[in-house]
């Protein structure tokens, strides 16, 4: 089945300890989100990628970045860890802007220690 | 930029009853109006969606009305069954997807 996969599911790292986040789809979309997911909170988008192009969100951190290598795979760097950066952090795509979804990955629980 | 309201936050509701979750959006250049559901420890899943130029649509026990000009719209979910527990997100979108601060449906048996 086409989908959204995201490695690991649950990944514990340390304060200020680099770490990334994987995200691949079979979906062949061109739209790439990464969200951020606190407890009882809505997702908030850090960024996406159009193909190639890349949209950071004014308000994501720098602490924050995103690779893009292929249509299929997407990762998320998180360069220094900070307490407040422990979340869900949900992959998504969609064919194109304006197209039906986006359509979420599981995601990936961040614990930062 | 765009705005969504949801309410209520929680909704408990006895099985067999109907739930509505309202939501308002503030840009009116929105046009497309998805609703997710989203379970302990997954990710949201998409459930229905709607789009400016519909008024209502339908599917199964689940229903999606749009007021376009009230900028509201609300979900409905009929016969509602203990797995219909969860929290559900609406969200407005066109180029980019906001979404609401969720509403926790409780269905007690």
């Known amino acids: 089945d086409a989908m959204v996969i995201q490695n690991p599911r649950y990944q514990v790292t340390q304060f200020g300890k680099p770490v990334t986040l994987s995200c691949s789809q079979t979906l062949n979309h061109n739209v790439m989100y990464w969200y951020q997911q606190k407890s009882s909170q809505a997702p908030k988008l850090l960024f996406h990628?159009?193909?190639?192009?890349?949209?950071n969100e004014a308000d994501t951190p720098d602490n924050f970045q995103s690779r893009r290598p292929n249509t299929s795979f997407c990762f998320l760097d998180i360069r220094s860890p900070g307490l407040g950066d422990a979340a869900m952090y949900l992959c998504?795509?969609?064919?194109?802007?304006?197209?039906?979804?986006?359509?979420f990955g599981p995601g990936t629980r961040l614990l930062v220690l | 930029g765009e705005n969504v309201e949801q309410h209520p936050s929680t909704l408990s509701v006895q099985e067999g009853d109907s739930a509505v979750i309202k939501c308002t959006y503030s840009?009116?250049?929105?046009?497309?109006f998805p609703w997710y559901k989203q379970e302990l420890g997954k990710g949201p899943q998409l459930i229905i969606d709607i789009r400016s130029n519909v008024g209502e649509k339908k599917d199964q026990r689940i229903a999606v009305t749009l007021n376009k000009t009230a900028k509201h719209f609300s979900l409905h979910i009929t016969e509602t069954q203990p797995e219909d527990s969860a929290v559900y997100f609406c969200a407005a979108g066109g180029f980019k997807t906001i979404f609401g601060a969720g509403t926790r449906l409780f269905v007690k048996a």
């Open positions: 998504a795509t969609s064919l194109n802007f304006n197209h039906k979804g986006p359509h």
């Open positions: 990628y159009y193909d190639k192009d890349f949209n």
């Open positions: 840009d009116s250049a929105s046009n497309y």
